[in-house]
């Protein structure tokens, strides 16, 4: 039977890929269904083009979508168990996955900073309603639950490193 910080690791991984796709479709849409207008730019003015804030929204999410499917093949390597692979439960790149995470933890503070202060900072964003609205509060939390995600994801590879690389946080030192 998998230890159950295994499952977890594979559950955190995965949902890493869910959230980055979930931001990525809602920030790109934005920029698709409205020829370049993001969340509440101001549609009628086309020179008023503001994106940053679907821009960022999408490369960050990018970038978390593709170190999503690695650290979730690499945590369904380690619930395996193959043996040839080994080389994943290693201290150093568990300290290369957790470095990773709190660059993607920070990434998407980021994101959800401009896409809060994108929202925020429209005279029009308290009166204005529907779809756009809702999409940029959508992305501002799963921006936020991202990053949630990603820290979790650090912590249990900083205690991974702290106990020696073991595939358990739960494991102590090595003998």
């Known amino acids: 039977m998998p230890e159950i910080a295994s499952v977890v690791h594979v559950a955190l991984a995965a949902l890493s890929i869910l959230l980055a796709i979930i931001v990525l479709g809602i920030t790109s849409d934005r920029l698709v269904t409205f020829g370049g207008f993001c969340f509440l730019g101001d549609i009628s003015r086309p020179t008023s083009r503001d994106t940053r804030g679907c821009?960022?929204?999408?490369?960050?999410?990018?970038i978390g979508f593709v170190l999503g499917?690695?650290?979730?093949?690499?945590?369904?390597?380690?619930?395996?168990?193959?043996?040839?692979?080994?080389?994943v439960n290693s201290k150093p790149v568990t300290l290369i996955r957790a470095i990773a995470s709190a660059i993607m933890a920070f990434l998407f503070l980021v994101a959800f900073g401009v896409i809060v202060d994108e929202f925020n900072s429209n005279s029009r964003a308290k009166t204005f309603g529907g779809s756009l609205k809702n999409d940029a509060q959508a992305a501002a939390a799963f921006s936020f639950f991202s990053i949630a995600n990603w820290v979790a994801l650090m912590v249990l590879y900083i205690l991974r490193v702290v106990r020696g690389g073991s595939s358990s946080p739960a494991a102590g030192p090595p003998a």
Request: glycine residues 8%; without cysteine.
């Open 55 to 62: 821009d960022t929204g999408i490369a960050i999410s990018a």
């Open 69 to 87: 499917i690695i650290i979730t093949v690499t945590a369904v390597i380690e619930l395996m168990g193959i043996k040839a692979l080994e080389v």
